[in-house]
């Protein structure tokens, strides 16, 4: 039995589907570009086999253990690491069966998709995953994980992956970085410098962290030109390392542009938590410009996430830590708060800034015209809760008609979920040859053009805006 | 002639359109659940005649004067009571004119769904609505009112309800719901604990209405221990009367989690009316936690209905009084707003708390996300302006991705208009089957789960989620 | 080649299709009624001929020179005229080459839909423009220009224009419009009071803009009695040269309800510059109300355009000044914002207020419930980023359902690219009558409605709102 429909995705009208089909045939096999992502260089340093199906599959990944918490599965009895030494489940058998017993859940979600295609396609299941199949589904994954065909870089190279990015602190050594490199492995493995530890006072060991990133690179982060100075560096550390690009995560988009004076007496009130929420949020505002600038200075591609309200849930915090499922969307204004490091940077030659967001209502409002107009400002591709078919709908559809398809960047896939890749992928290649499709029977695109527009939103605007 | 086409809001491909007519054949005749509304317990306890076809169907709905007002129908020539005593149309047979007149109006809107359906199905009518057919209209409908199978239980029979619950003030005596009960007659109307009366400092009367609630329960309401004593043992009171849910209708879904201390000083404050208008946001606030945490130990499901801005217009007010349809929703914020409570309830075995909204920018950015986390949290059916067709699809397509069908709670009709209610759970089940049909034809669900899901989203949820 | 498919933008199943294209043939050649705009008086006072094609159709673009502008190409380098007085290319052949070059970055934007319209139904073109064929199609249309058939008052006809409005500071003398009706010549073109240079502080010169209205209309706009009396006198005299509405640009909705001696006192400080932001946005404020109010007195309707951040980049603005593709749009609320004047005017008969948002969240949440109460209320058609198909589609979806189509007022082009007015208009025609045949074949609208409903979106809706 088949768990996917072969045409999932495609419209429902004939011409439609037949062209969706035909679009969709045109970049199926192209290599996969993921230019931002959680995966772990270790994985592809050490090569060892991945640990059970419960530790591969349901434990790592919130987009599961959320939903089964949502109707009251205890994160422990998932076997998720508890922050306060609590025990939790161990035997990944009974992990397996919690979360099969629940798969309907997922009805109507993505997850149930890049479930379906990684049990079909990559496991080669064929029966659907329920209580009564719990037992068989986890032993045919466990057998097949003890395999050298599903090591890591196995995989990587069955998944077609061209190029793939982590994303490390730029606190980190990238000593996994290296051991790749120095393999003589040819696996594409880059790294993204993720320096919110020592950007963000919110960060937890902040003033710890700075005096870290001084040690590591000899310069003097006790001032605000030495933290400057040694993010300079630690970028160049980076590239080293392949990376491209940087990466932000803040609550909210905010910039600003202090003047030197003004920055050095506000990094003084931050560097030992002095400061107020509000100066907090000042400092991130300004360290994104400065970020901006060396992004001017040495080309590496900026992103912006930003918008979530971290752990949400004080209880879930304390006994569980960050990452459990507790983050929220919240809204986020762009216009005002980009418009400062807009007015710096934002018609440098050279400069690109991808901005993400967890608020739907600025696709159109804010971040097409923004993209539709600065030079240096692309879109990227759905983000989050957002990265499923009606989410990526609503962003083709809110944002093309003002800033076309030449200022988004192609799909990221934005996983710690190793195997969910080629699925995620291809959800992403059905949904723009679907919305293709829907341009072309209603006469807004020939079809010669689709098929050029397809392999642009597949594969080269990907590489192309990612510099890779 | 038919009012109504039989494939109504199926999908339009001929695949789509059999699986949902097939669907919606499976689900169109289990019984009513309708545990949200507004209907009146006196209708059920004196089973007494409807008044004229303009009394029972224009007079009382919002939805229909609103519209004929915004068109420059006065209130008054509506009949719609005035609240300063002026003179207003008394003639029900000149109202239906001016409505008949003007029913162009309606095209589009879910109100023209609803009375077509109350037109054809219930009152056997097969001419239209138009100045043309007013006059038989209104006496074709008057003649059947008259009759005994158009009185209230004969109606709530026909129309296969298997419970419906009624809302209450928390000062209500509840006395025709006894009234119910003694009767002998077995149709289920259950109430409902709304006490925005006592926990909302701007409601008017607010003082008079705490002194009220401490006679009615000997409790001393001059004290905020002795307030939420009052709430305890009103909740156990309507709980008597078949109370399974509270309600309440605050222009924001701010919660507070204050001390007791502090919770006295600001209730002090509060009870002459001395607080200021950000203490008694403060209140309200505070008084959404206290009742969550009586739900915790009573098991009284909790309703937030946040956003409405009331009685927008001062005119409007001073002349007809509330609820006139001059309430306007507005921008409301949910992950803030909501955390105080959740922090002290949102992980408590047992407790529920069902969200809407009338601001949809939260569904997916907000209210998703938070109901696919929280245990205790559920998605209540798109509300008041978003109860029509294009409202409840974009809620199932901002919502399932992330939050999936179980966490959310089926359909409430949330109306007095009592011979509407067929309609308006009609048009649910044909809108989520179309929603399902098009999963199914999208390959993102299969066909046998489809009718599983049709049954839950129908029935079995709303029958769950408030514990009827 | 055709360049465009003739049934584009209609419902891809069969019947929905034929519906529409059916209903389409019932509109597509009413008259243009163009009752907001941007088209230049001069154009029809003196009927010369329009320039080269790249000043006709690139130039004064801000929909075709942002485009190009995110995407690398700068604004000199297309002509656009600068502010610091550095050179701009001046060769439009080599503009023209530019922007064919560029023509891929238009997929799936409304751009290039009218544009192919313009190319293939206005100057008979038959090839698609690209690199290749800049210069051919370059000299095509610099020859069809040179023709009588293309002068402006040719173009007027041909596109059926029944009447156009055109936009006009209130300090403008209207010597064009005289001009135009002393001609003899039978095209009406009427002009609209836009008074933001007289009612918003921050406009440039606002102190010298007063003073010149004092001059103007010998009133002492030193007081506020004079400023509204000024207004008053100055109103009149657009309706001598044809103006039925007013216009009004500002950041936000906000109005206010100030006695007459608080905003006197308001004015004074504001008068010379020395009001703060608060204030100058009170004064805007409350000049929405004093426009309201002289509505109610002279009869003229009128508009907000609601919500534009004006000149977002700093740098752009100095090079090159206003109106240069980087207004971006944000928050707009409507609901407190329009109470003050609402309480004053909202239910005076024979007023109007038409309503235009940049914030897609308010259609449903705020502007339909408003519209679909307020008799005064109308809202516009979906506005700049939002005047193309799937705009279009949103903005019904959103709205009908709470405001039906009676509280709508059809189409407005809103341009200043006179070219693209018939195209503009065709893609409106065709999104209404798709939409439309959607609620027929969903059982929602009955075809013989759905014929008189698409004539009113076309043409009936707009000539009453705006009293043409």
Same mark, same amino acid.
């Given at each position: 039995m088949a768990l996917l429909d072969d045409n999932r995705l495609f419209p429902t009208d004939s011409a439609g589907r037949a062209l969706a089909r035909a679009l969709y045939d045109s970049v199926k096999s192209l290599p996969i570009i993921s230019p931002h992502g959680h995966t772990e260089p270790r994985w592809f340093a050490e090569n060892q086999p991945f640990p059970d199906p419960a530790r591969l599959i349901? =434990?790592?990944d919130h987009y599961i253990f959320r939903m089964l918490v949502s109707q009251g599965v205890g994160l422990a009895e998932l076997g998720v690491p508890s922050a306060d030494g609590a025990p939790v489940e161990t035997d990944g058998r009974r992990i397996w069966r919690r979360f099969a017993e629940n798969y309907h859940l997922f009805r109507g979600t993505p997850t149930r998709m890049w479930l379906d295609d990684t049990f079909q396609n990559l496991f080669g299941l064929d029966v659907r995953l329920s209580a009564a199949t719990a037992d068989a589904t986890y032993d045919a994954i466990a057998e097949r994980l003890t395999t050298d065909a599903f090591r890591p870089r196995a995989l990587f190279e069955r998944f077609n992956v061209e190029v793939i990015a982590t994303t490390e602190s730029a606190l980190d050594d990238l000593a996994f970085h290296r051991q790749i490199r120095d393999s003589g492995w040819t696996g594409r493995v880059i790294t993204t410098y993720r320096p919110d530890a020592v950007t963000d006072p919110d960060v937890a060991g902040f003033a710890d962290n700075l005096r870290k990133l001084g040690e590591i690179t000899g310069c003097d982060t006790g001032t605000f030109a030495g933290l400057i100075a040694a993010h300079r560096k630690r970028r160049a550390f980076f590239r080293e390392h392949g990376a491209t690009a940087t990466d932000h995560g803040h609550p909210t988009a905010r910039t600003a542009n202090l003047s030197a004076a003004e920055a050095s007496v506000l990094y003084d009130r931050i560097r030992d938590g002095a400061g107020s929420a509000a100066d907090r949020e000042l400092f991130r505002a300004q360290m994104l410009t400065e970020m901006a600038k060396l992004s001017v200075e040495d080309g590496m591609v900026m992103q912006i996430h930003a918008g979530s309200f971290r752990n949400h849930s004080d209880g879930i915090f304390a006994s569980f830590g960050r990452d459990r499922g507790f983050d929220i969307p919240q809204p986020t204004n762009y216009v005002a708060a980009l418009k400062p490091l807009l007015d710096v940077c934002g018609l440098e030659k050279g400069f690109t800034l991808i901005l993400f967001t967890l608020?739907?209502? =600025? +696709?159109?409002?804010e971040l097409a015209p923004l993209a539709g107009a600065y030079p240096c400002l692309r879109l990227g591709p759905p983000w989050w809760f957002f990265d499923a078919p009606e989410g990526m709908k609503r962003f083709r559809e809110a944002v093309t008609e003002t800033?076309?398809? +030449?200022?988004t960047v192609g799909f990221n896939d934005d996983t710690r979920a190793f195997c969910s890749i080629p699925a995620r992928h291809d959800v992403a290649r059905r949904v723009d040859c679907a919305y293709l499709a829907g341009l072309v029977t209603t006469g807004r695109l020939l079809e010669e053009e689709a098929y050029e527009v397809a392999t642009d939103l597949t594969y080269r605007l990907a590489k192309e805006a990612y510099r890779l």
């Open positions: 349901v =434990v790592p608020d739907e209502t =600025v +696709y159109s409002r800033a076309g398809f +030449y200022n």
